[in-house]
């Protein structure tokens, strides 16, 4: 059964830190690409990052550059989202997915995306 679970969202100030992670199981995780993706309220999703295969390649979605960093441990099965500096404008739900079939190293579609987690939420208090 696969699963994603993300945790460590919560209630932060502004100009606050947060470090979102994601545990993965009932898959091949080296097989897969891993994401981050966010969604305010009434808002569409919007994609935060992404990471290879091998965790050697990342990217980050160009307006959150500088505040956001993506990395994964294999021997774990984890992904994680570092947060820096928050920003009301981040609050939203976060979702970690993964992804086996894409173009690239990375991907940054959601419709690329095969399994999905139920998100953790992070609320950015100003």
């Known amino acids: 059964q696969v699963e994603l679970a993300e945790s460590g969202g919560g209630l932060v100030q502004v100009g606050g830190s947060l470090r979102l992670s994601c545990a993965a199981s009932?898959?091949?995780?080296?097989?897969?690409?891993l994401g981050w993706f966010r969604q305010a309220p009434g808002k569409a999703r919007e994609y935060v990052a992404a990471?290879?295969?091998?965790?050697?390649?990342?990217h980050v979605a160009e307006s959150m550059r500088g505040r956001f960093t993506i990395s994964r441990v294999n021997t774990k099965r984890a992904v994680y989202l570092q947060i820096h500096n928050l920003k009301p404008e981040d609050t939203a739900v976060y979702y970690c997915?993964?992804?086996?079939?894409?173009?690239?190293?990375?991907?940054?579609?959601?419709?690329?995306?095969?399994?999905w987690g139920q998100g953790t939420q992070v609320t950015v208090s100003s």
């Open positions: 009932g898959f091949t995780f080296t097989d897969y690409g």
């Open positions: 997915a993964a992804a086996r079939n894409y173009l690239g190293t990375y991907s940054d579609r959601a419709g690329e995306y095969d399994y």
């Open positions: 990471i290879s295969r091998g965790g050697g390649i990342t």
